[in-house]
């Protein structure tokens, strides 16, 4: 196979509980591990506006693939759990998915956006900073949190093993980039890390963030939390356009060194997988290549 065959940028991949989902530019394909040892695989063609003009449009594009592409992941980071079981009391579908989504946006956007700025905001207040000098406090925060919280979970052996996936995915798809066979055996000696990672992008949003706060300046506590919040889309578009540029341009020693924060926050959220959880990701990303592939139908 060859990688000019796709345009890679657009490529990824998402862990699952026991699962990998691979993204290509038409199609998605997700591979379980059942309890029971079998391997389930399921596909979907994605939606027009991964083939629309808006793909295109640099900023515009970043908010609707990545609104699309948490839609996606959600769904299916859902199916996995599911798969887990076989007692249909216990899986989570309906009114009980949707709010367990929405209360887990909620408390993200509470403890790494709204607490590190109420947190800055009262320092400012009681050691009578200047805005610059909360906006960093706040910037520094916001990345404590964020890094005590992926180690944190990363100790609890169900992550452990999420992370087992995603590092799976990592390997399968620089295996792919790298024109080397999709076996266990060649995929595994393939880095742990991307450029394109959803890790990386979170670092991104934590640092952007502070360079846009800092643009604010002093406000009310009303105007610092409604701006935390609606700000959020905006500087996600910056970051996805921050790490395409940058996995654009990685023949270059300077964006090497720029990309390098992301693939470093990595090491927490990517463990060395197995060969029956590199099998798992290679079957996914093959279903979705063949798909790819597959001649349009009229």
């Known amino acids: 196979m060859k990688t000019n065959d796709l345009k890679m940028p657009t490529y990824g991949g998402q862990a699952l509980i026991e699962g990998v989902l691979m993204r290509g530019n038409k199609y998605l394909a997700a591979a379980f591990r059942k309890p029971d040892g079998e391997i389930v695989i ?4 994605l939606g027009k506006i991964y083939q629309s003009k808006i793909k295109k449009i640099p900023f515009l594009r970043g908010l609707v693939i990545l609104w699309d592409a948490l839609g996606l992941g959600s769904k299916y980071l859902t199916i996995s759990a599911n798969h887990q079981t076989e007692d249909e009391n216990e899986k989570i579908e309906g009114p009980a998915l949707y709010m367990t989504l929405i209360l887990s946006f909620a408390v993200a956007i509470l403890l790494f956006f709204l607490g590190p700025a109420l947190i800055g905001k009262g320092l400012e207040r009681w050691l009578g900073f200047n805005s610059i000098v909360q906006n960093l406090i ?9 890094i005590t919280y992926i180690w944190g979970i990363g100790k609890m052996p169900d992550i452990a093993r999420v992370f087992s996936y ?8 620089n295996a792919f980039e790298s024109n ?24 991104y949003v934590v640092l952007i963030s502070i360079i846009i706060f800092t643009f604010i300046g ?10 935390r919040i609606i700000l959020i889309p905006f500087i996600a578009m910056l970051a996805y356009e921050y790490i395409r540029w940058t996995a654009d341009r990685l023949d270059n020693p300077i ?3 720029m990309a390098k924060p992301g693939l470093w926050l ?8 197995d060969e029956s959880i590199l099998e798992i990701s290679i079957a996914a990303f093959n279903a979705m290549y063949e798909l790819e592939k597959a001649p349009a139908s009229d």
């Not at 995603?166 to 798809?173: L, R, V």
């Not at 595994?188 to 990672?197: D, I, M």
């Not at 990595?266 to 997988?273: G, I, M, N, S």
């Open 42 to 45: 399921q596909t979907e063609q």
């Open 138 to 146: 706040e910037g520094v925060v916001r990345l404590i949190f964020v």
């Open 166 to 173: 995603h590092g799976a995915e990592h390997k399968t798809i």
């Open 180 to 203: 080397a066979p999709l076996t266990p055996y060649e995929v595994k000696n393939f880095s742990l890390q991307h450029p394109r990672c959803g890790t990386a992008f979170i670092l």
């Open 218 to 227: 002093q406000t009310s506590w009303l105007i610092l939390i409604i701006s």
């Open 255 to 257: 964006v090497q060194l």
């Open 266 to 273: 990595q090491k927490l959220t990517t463990r060395e997988p």
